[in-house]
């Protein structure tokens, strides 16, 4: 995985996005939602979540866009296998694929792969209960503007020019958070 | 001019290279069928006689006897024996003033052009006898290529269990046009077969298929049949990669004659840009097809097609290996200029490999 | 059939165009077009379905429709299928200019080849060049087109190329790759006659019989796009050697999505073998070579992505040295799956004329027609 792993617990603020509610993206579907003017994709794959980055690095496609498919191989011809344990993301365009897990390219894994990013699933008690790891001027009343298809998202702290809907957080639910690196900290290059 | 004189004019190594040399790209030719007769059973002997079977058709469809392409002008028989019909006619042309290390010689004949099994086997029996005895055998200088038809598997793979081990034969020759694409599946055990026995599958310019010659009909012109034979390159290299064939005989070399190679570079980078996307429809191919192609499949020189040396070099370049390329005189074919491109062409580094090492490697002399 | 006339707010004249994309495919199936075509047709084609050659070997591509996968509309609409969308996600996202559309009917399905009755084809080509004219050429001024023609049969192909050549939107006749006889043959003859005199290039196009070669057919979608341009050496070097070129001096020939690194390399072929032996062909008035300098496009889609990025440059220079450089045509191929977005697909390493030059320049050059149109609005 690309970037600095921000250990639970730890004070991470302004890189944990909610992009979406838990329950809006089911065991085998996904969603694209936008933080810090890029878009992602994030995919429910049995109930463990992958996000990527929504581009290509071939000529820029809507990577998460593309269909998901269990991973075929063959040591010979005629012997098929296919592998439901391994997962790749197919780009619409061109039909790289991509590891749903690692971001790396079938085709040159060392040097070609799609950026990936981890993901916690928070509920929302904590999100909304002015936790310090979300930043001191959270609090339930505060509306939180959650992803969406191309809607825009807000971490804990910061908020922007964003025309999303707003979601108030509830309690009872469980979200997805979206980490990116640290801003102005390099991501690992492609 | 005499034979001898016009032989010493046309030395295609005279005073350009001085190295070690081994020819790949050589032919020799049954002309006519009595040649035959006394590797023959006197049963088909009688047969032919009495059906007056002179020759197979598509020898005369791809190298149409008085075209420009089939006789360099230099062979032309004014006198004494034609061209590559015997073997003194081979020393005197080519060994002797040439003086390669090896010449790797392919007898074709158009073989595959005759529908009925028995005839077409016991043909190529004779055929790889008559080379073995004829050639073969009378200089350690000589290397050969198997007949085979391959219109019936089984016996092809006979065949090359029969003849195979003698120590002569490097190769089997396989013609660009086939009954089938030569990486198909059914193809598969008669590649395995080649492999096993230490020899290389070469495919060459020749062969009839089943339909038209070409991916949308029947040409009028022998020039355009000529001309657009690279199609059937291409998609040969095309099945081979597709079907696994690479994958299937990890042990199979393969061979290129009578292409040329400045095309290729194209072809392999469109093979790995297109594997990258379709890799789902073949996945078999677990790495990109110019990995296999580079390291598994060598093609001859010639025809270089007037190509200025900076174009060659370019494309040696492209090719990806120092490999991959082989010096062939193409004797007795016209093939167009030869030797004095293909070296103005190769950086000097590399012109001991083209000329023999590169051989050496891929045919295991 | 009427020409239409667009009132445009911000008309370009052809020079200003900055991008043209020469090979789009709008969706057109038998579902589409017989509602035009004559009675006896509809119902023959709802009993007995067509028959051509694409059902002797069908290699299973990988995309459904051989479509990028985002190019489903909102509602779930086919790629290719519905003019808005097609325009909004091709010109409007990649700033594309113009674009013209080769027809599905001709250039994926091939449902004018051999097979089926001669007058249905004839049919099935008129009934889709109108419904391109009223669902596509009329909804926006900017989608050009192409004639689908029953090419088998000359006498249906010519009025079929004389009833739609009037419409200046129609900017070449698009045939497949294959056809049964190599196009050079004289039956083919009337068609580049009429052809030539309404100034449309002959435009081949990749179609559904993915696998024949001169040696059987291929087994997979791979061996197809991998092994496109097998055809094209036939057809050039028939086209060619069949004095197509001496009979009918103004015919230009494009050859769409069939690659371009191999031309230089097949010129020199062409030359060196027509020095050998040319006394077969006494009547050719110039050196091969010379008739694909002066007649062949190429598109570049799917463009060429060697291993290195100046190797690119090498070969583009290769081309240009074989005096192509102002034959190459920038086209996206949307909305299929190997689609190339002109703003990555044509590397930046190529000066700004030659990218101009590919992305518009060329274009200008090879479809003359667009001088007729009245007017071409800019993609805001």
Not at chain 1, 5 to 20: H, L
Not at chain 2, 301 to 326: F, H, N, Q, T, Y
């Amino acid at each position: 995985m690309s970037g600095p792993q921000p250990e639970v617990g730890s004070s991470t603020r302004g890189n944990r996005y909610v992009v979406a509610r838990a329950a809006d993206i089911p065991p085998g579907e996904r969603r694209i939602v936008r933080a810090r003017g890029r878009t992602y994709g994030i995919f429910n794959l049995d109930g463990r979540f992958h996000a990527l980055l929504n581009r290509c690095p071939h000529q820029g496609a809507q990577l998460c866009k593309g269909p998901l498919q269990t991973f075929v191989e063959a040591d010979a011809p005629g012997r098929l296998r296919f592998d439901d344990s391994r997962w790749f993301l197919q780009c619409p365009w061109h039909g790289w694929e991509f590891d749903i897990e690692t971001g790396q390219s079938y085709a040159d894994p060392a040097r070609t792969r799609v950026r990936n990013y981890p993901v916690d699933i928070e509920p929302g008690a904590e999100l909304a209960g002015g936790d310090d790891r979300r930043g001191a001027d959270q609090t339930q009343q505060e509306p939180l503007v959650a992803g969406g298809v191309h809607n825009t998202v807000v971490s804990g702290r910061s908020k922007g020019p964003y025309t999303a809907e707003t979601v108030s957080v509830s309690v009872e639910a469980d979200y997805v958070v979206l980490i990116l690196p640290d801003r102005g900290s390099k991501e690992t290059p492609i | 001019m005499t034979q001898a004189e016009a032989t010493a004019a046309a030395n295609p190594l005279a005073d350009r290279w001085d190295g070690p040399a081994v020819d790949c790209d050589v032919q020799v030719q049954v002309g006519t069928i009595e040649t035959l007769y006394p590797y023959l059973e006197k049963g088909w002997v009688d047969w032919i006689e009495s059906t007056a079977f002179r020759v197979p058709p598509s020898l005369a469809i791809n190298y149409p006897p008085r075209a420009g392409i089939s006789m360099a002008p230099q062979w032309i028989p004014t006198d004494g024996p034609a061209a590559a019909t015997r073997y003194e006619a081979l020393r005197d042309h080519l060994l002797e003033p040439a003086g390669p290390e090896i010449a790797i010689i392919n007898p074709y004949w158009g073989l595959d052009s005759l529908r009925h099994p028995e005839l077409a086997a016991s043909l190529a029996r004779a055929i790889n006898d008559w080379l073995i005895e004829q050639f073969l055998d009378r200089d350690p200088r000589l290397r050969g290529s198997v007949t085979i038809v391959h219109h019936d598997p089984a016996e092809a793979i006979r065949e090359i269990e029969r003849v195979g081990d003698h120590p002569g034969f490097v190769q089997v020759h396989l013609p660009v046009w086939s009954q089938a694409p030569w990486g198909r599946r059914l193809w598969h055990p008669l590649f395995k077969a080649i492999a096993d026995r230490g020899l290389v599958a070469t495919i060459h310019y020749g062969g009839v298929p089943d339909g038209p010659p070409t991916a949308t009909g029947w040409p009028s012109y022998f020039i355009e049949h000529y001309a657009a034979a690279t199609q059937m390159y291409l998609i040969q290299v095309v099945s081979i990669v597709a079907e696994g064939l690479f994958e299937a005989v990890p042990n199979l070399r393969i061979t290129l004659n009578d292409c040329g190679f400045i095309w290729l570079p194209g072809l392999i980078w469109r093979l790995d840009k297109d594997w990258k996307g379709l890799r789902r429809d073949i996945p078999w191919v677990q790495r990109p097809p110019s990995e296999a192609i580079r390291q598994r499949l060598c093609v001859t020189a010639l025809p270089l097609d007037d190509a200025p040396p900076e174009e060659i070099a370019r494309a040696i370049d492209w090719l990806g290996s120092e490999a991959m390329v082989l010096y062939g005189s193409g004797y007795p074919r016209a093939k167009g200029e030869g030797l004095t491109a293909l070296l103005d062409g190769v950086p000097e580094a590399m012109q001991s490999k083209v000329m023999s090492e590169n051989a050496r490697r891929h045919f295991n002399l | 059939m009427q020409v239409q006339t667009q009132d445009t707010p911000q008309a370009m004249a052809p020079e200003q165009l900055a991008r043209i994309d020469v090979d789009t495919h709008n969706l057109i199936f038998e579902a589409q077009v017989a509602p035009y075509l004559a009675k006896r047709w509809q119902s023959y084609l709802e009993t007995f379905g067509l028959r051509q050659q694409a059902a002797y070997g069908l290699a299973v591509g990988q995309h459904p429709l051989a479509a990028r996968t985002d190019a489903w509309g909102p509602e779930g609409q086919p790629p290719g299928l519905e003019p808005a969308f097609f325009c909004q996600q091709l010109l409007e996202e990649h700033e594309i200019d113009l674009a013209i559309l080769n027809s599905t009917l001709q250039s994926s399905c091939h449902m004018m080849g051999p097979g089926s009755p001669r007058q249905l084809i004839a049919d099935l080509a008129r009934a889709g060049n109108e419904y391109e004219q009223e669902v596509w050429l009329d909804a926006d001024p900017r989608l050009l087109g192409a004639i689908c023609v029953a090419f088998e049969d000359s006498q249906s192909t010519v009025a079929e190329i004389e009833r739609c050549a009037p419409d200046s939107r129609f900017l070449q006749i698009l045939l497949p790759f294959r056809t049964m006889d190599p196009l050079g043959n004289e039956r083919y003859w009337p068609m580049f006659e009429a052809a030539e005199h309404f100034d449309l290039p002959i435009s081949l196009h990749p179609a559904a019989q993915h696998g024949e070669t001169g040696s059987g057919w291929q087994s997979f979608y791979f061996e197809h796009h991998a092994g496109l341009p097998s055809a094209l050496y036939s057809q050039m070097a028939s086209l060619i050697f069949e004095g197509v070129f001496d009979r009918f001096p103004r015919l230009q020939i494009v050859f769409q999505e069939g690659g371009w690194s191999w031309v230089a390399p097949f010129m020199r072929r062409l030359d060196r073998s027509w020095d050998q032996l040319h006394s077969e062909v006494p009547d050719l008035e110039h050196r091969p070579s010379d008739y694909v300098r002066r007649h062949f496009w190429f598109t570049t889609q799917p463009i060429e992505e060697p291993d290195r990025p100046d190797q690119f440059d090498q070969l583009h220079e290769q081309f240009a040295a074989a005096g192509l450089e102002s034959r190459l045509m920038f086209s996206s191929d949307y909305p299929h799956w190997d689609f190339d977005a002109p703003a990555f697909a044509i590397p930046h390493s190529l000066s700004s004329d030659a990218r101009e030059a590919i992305f518009s320049g060329n274009a200008l050059g090879c479809y003359s027609r667009l001088a007729l149109l009245p007017g071409i609005p800019s993609t805001p």
